[in-house]
């Protein structure tokens, strides 16, 4: 062990990153006993159920059951009494607000109204059931159909709310957006935070959909943008497993369905292709905030501008700030094995959760030349009491490893140490016994002569 307990990992020699694909980083091939070196991750899918009006919705706001009509209670005054009911010309924008003192969200609309008074900001308690509902149809309508000039409009007023909306079956904009297949209104909403990798009650991503539609280009614009080809639908079907098995169900022989076939051939190819690469990082040196595409550019800017003579770069200073921030939000500085890659940060959705809990207990990987010994300790990590009764202390096996580097021999666990390596030893260790064997069977070859 590394002073302060900071254990190695074993790695393999060498490994290939590919060029063109895209990456996930993985544990190394050498991983810890007992896991995948072909770890994968997935990303809960984040949705505001903002329902955009539609009932049930659970957004904290709870509508009357007023009669129907364009009207809105306008509050003039603290008492209740005091609001008036005025003519509503329409609602041209949604957003979400927290309650300041539950802290719960809550529905509100951005008000046009008939008369002179300025364009206000009201509850959806106060909105009659009309007004929210044909807001709410004239959204979904407008990504159904691939209204472009009407999305546009729509989302000057509400963009984050309407983006990451849903409806009952859980589907987004951007699910109806690519089952149109209008790449125009797929970059709109990409452009405008829509959630890429979002399931619906089916479990299928706006990524599923464009593939299951044969929408190739569509297809490619969700992978540009960081859509996860690998994600599950509930029947345990990645995008590409679905249009495998629709290519498959297609009926043989027919020529009706040969034009078919040939789409689902070109999105299968297109997804073959951006498939993720298991890749061994060399090390993880670091993590920080994920950078938004704004703090990016200005990092680029101050960069350049230091390099021409302009400024100083601070882009460095604000990686090291000591700021607290959800860890969910990581990426992460990763070396790769190749001398000439240059280290790259990984968001944490390309990360396999156990190179994520090796970086977070201060793993290092490392590569070994061979295993030395083996001896037995207890768990604890104090060596085995033989007087001790064995049900009594619960024993492990640690190696003595030499590394390739020319760091010091060290015992690492059983865990941290690959199973070809140990394999390796183990076949070392018989092959002596044996070779110590041999020239006594032959004296007593000899004797019994």
Known sequence: MRPGGVGRELVPSSCSRGVGVL???TRPGFA???RSAT????????????????????VGARRGTRPLSSTAVLASGTQESNAVEAEVEELVGVRLVRDKE??????????????DYEDSWESADDIS?????????????AVKTAAYDVIVSMLIGGRDALVSGVDDELRSALHYACGTGNT?????????????????????????IASGYMH???????????????IKDNEERSALELVESLRDNLPKNNPSVFARKLQLEEVIRELEANLYEEVTPGQVLKARKKRSVEEEEKDLNDTLEAEMGFGSSDATAAEDEDEAFDLSEREFLVQWSESDVEPSWVPLKHMAEDVVEDFDRGMEYAVASRVLERRQVTKEGGEGDEEAPKEEAEMELEYLVEWSDGYENSWEPCSHVSSDLIKLFEQEQKQGQEGEAAPVAELEGISKN
């Open 23 to 25: 990456l996930r980083v």
């Open 129 to 141: 059931e009309d007004l929210l509902r044909n807001y709410e149809d004239k959204w979904w309508k």
């Open 39 to 58: 770890t994968t991750t997935t990303t809960s899918p984040r949705c505001c159920s903002v329902g955009l009006g539609s009932r049930g919705r659970g």
């Open 102 to 115: 539950s802290g719960k969200p809550y529905v509100q609309y951005l008000v046009k109204w008939q008369d």
């Open 216 to 230: 190739k280009e569509i297809v490619n614009e969700l992978i540009e943008a960081g859509a996860d080809p690998e």
């Open 184 to 208: 125009k209104c797929v970059k709109l909403l990409l452009v405008n935070g829509a959630e890429v990798d979002l399931r619906d009650k089916d479990g299928y991503t706006p990524l599923h």
């Open 32 to 34: 810890t006993k007992g």
